[in-house]
Structures are given as C-alpha cells and as structure tokens.
C-alpha cells in the first residue's frame, strides 16, 4: 500500500494490514502533517469518498507573561538596590551601636581601642585619668623582683580600675605576666590605692 500525504505529496509504502479496516491516524515524518488514512476495500458502512482530514491542534508554546501597560515588575536592578540599602543600613546601625557602646567594648575587648582610634572617635579607655605614682622595682636576689607602686585618682569623679598587668622583659624579648588584682574596684576621686 502506497500512502500519499495530502499536504505535501511524499509518498510512503506500508504494508497492506498496517492500516486496519477502520483506518488509522498517520503522520508525514516530512511536513508533520497528520491525517486519517482509511483502507483502499473499504467496508459498506463507509462512505465512498474519503473524509477531510482532522484539524490537529499544534502543540502550545509556553510565552513570557505579558506585562500590561501600568503593571511593573521588579527588575534585577531594583532587587539589588533594595539588598543594597538594606545593608548600608544595617552597617550604620552596628557601627552606631558599637560606638554608642565603645566603653563597654573597649573595656571586654581593650584591642577595640585602635578601630576607635582609626575611625577618629574618642574613646575614655578603663582606668582613663588615673595616675601610677611612686612605682618602684627592685632586685629581691636571683630571679627576683618586687614592683610597687600606687594608683591616684586626681579626677573629681570616681574611676573603675582597669586590670592591670606587670610585663618582665629582657634581652630574649617577654618572659613573665603578672596580673594586679585590682579588676572590678572602683578608685574614689581624690584616692589612692597601692599594689605590690
């Protein structure tokens, strides 16, 4: 059996029991034309003359949505200016903060002091106006050293006092810390207080 598509004229050879007696829906692998082929002995019922072939729908294609005028959509640049402004502001807020706070940090973190420094901000470190007098260092014999010494308060306000660390140094570089236990007092104005 010898098909003709009825669209563009290729012609294709099947088999005579290909098509079945109540027809069969093929499609022309040229033009993608698609019809219903019937069998050349075709049975009574039928009518003699062949039927047009079926429309068939061709596939959908997905568009874009369509914007309609007065609609707006974000655009990357919007988004990105937004994510932007959101972090310019979310800097300044910590950056307001951490100056707002600059003496608690400074006092939890004393290395704070230099961002504070860079950045132009005064900062009152702990212990800021006190005054070591009377500091005295003196060899105890081999290996040994005393440090004295007192802390003045010539404020008219009252100073915590800061933690206060004693270095020994040499010709190797560090050698030893000693920490003052004088942490968490508070140096009345006018005061002084000794170490050792």
């Not at 029991?17 to 019922?45: M, Q």
């Not at 914007?67 to 950056?95: D, M, N, P, Q, Y």
């Amino acid at each position: 059996m010898i098909l003709t598509c009825p669209s563009c004229d290729a012609q294709y050879e099947l088999p005579d029991d290909a098509i079945g007696p109540k027809g069969r829906r093929v499609k022309c692998t040229t033009c993608a034309h698609t019809w219903t082929e019937y069998p050349d002995s075709e049975p009574d019922s039928m009518p003699s003359y062949r039927l047009a072939p079926e429309p068939v729908a061709a596939p959908r294609r997905e568009e874009a949505p369509r914007i309609a005028f007065g609609e707006s959509r974000a655009s990357k640049g919007t988004v990105i200016a937004v994510s932007l402004s959101v972090a310019i502001i979310l800097l300044a807020l910590t950056l307001g903060g951490a100056i707002a706070l600059r003496r608690n940090l400074v006092a939890a973190w004393p290395p704070s002091a230099l961002f504070f420094e860079m950045i132009h901000v005064p900062v009152a470190t702990p212990s800021h106006g006190l005054v070591i007098k009377d500091l005295q260092v003196s060899a105890k014999g081999e290996g040994m050293f005393s440090v004295a010494g007192k802390f003045n308060n010539p404020t008219s306000a009252n100073i915590p006092l800061a933690r206060l660390i004693i270095r020994l140094s040499g010709g190797e570089g560090w050698l030893k810390d000693w920490p003052v236990d004088l942490y968490g007092k508070t140096l009345q104005a006018g005061k002084n207080i000794g170490f050792n």
